[in-house]
């Protein structure tokens, strides 16, 4: 089993940046890929961004790509989303998630709000 605690959501104006951090515990963080997804009010959750466990390679949406910022510390069992150039439309709770398997993603957080004015 693995717990995932996220934490970094905000309030913030449009344009301005946010870093969500999401703690793991319970197993070994560096031998799995890691996830952000998002689900706005109203939507289905997307997949936002993702990691591999050594960190060397990443993946983003398309509508975040050169915005989002993916990385992880397995020393600390903890990987990041810094996220610049915030958009209202950015605006939902974003969740992590472990790549249990080919884009499979399960063990899922708590999520943190990230709400995004204009």
């Known amino acids: 089993q693995v717990q995932l605690v996220e934490s970094g959501g905000g309030l913030v104006q449009a344009g301005g940046s946010l870093r969500l951090s999401c703690a793991a515990s319970g197993r070994t963080f560096s031998s799995y890929g890691m996830g952000w997804f998002r689900q706005a009010p109203g939507k289905e959750r997307e997949f936002v961004t993702g990691?591999?466990?050594?960190?060397?390679?990443?993946y983003y949406a398309d509508s975040v790509k050169g915005r989002f910022t993916i990385s992880r510390d397995n020393a600390k069992n903890t990987v990041f989303l810094q996220m610049n150039s915030l958009k209202p439309e950015d605006t939902a709770v974003y969740y992590c998630?472990?790549?249990?398997?080919?884009?499979?993603?399960?063990?899922w957080g708590q999520g943190t709000q990230v709400t995004v004015s204009s």
């Open positions: 998630a472990v790549e249990v398997s080919a884009a499979r993603y399960d063990y």
């Open positions: 990691i591999s466990r050594g960190g060397s390679n990443t």
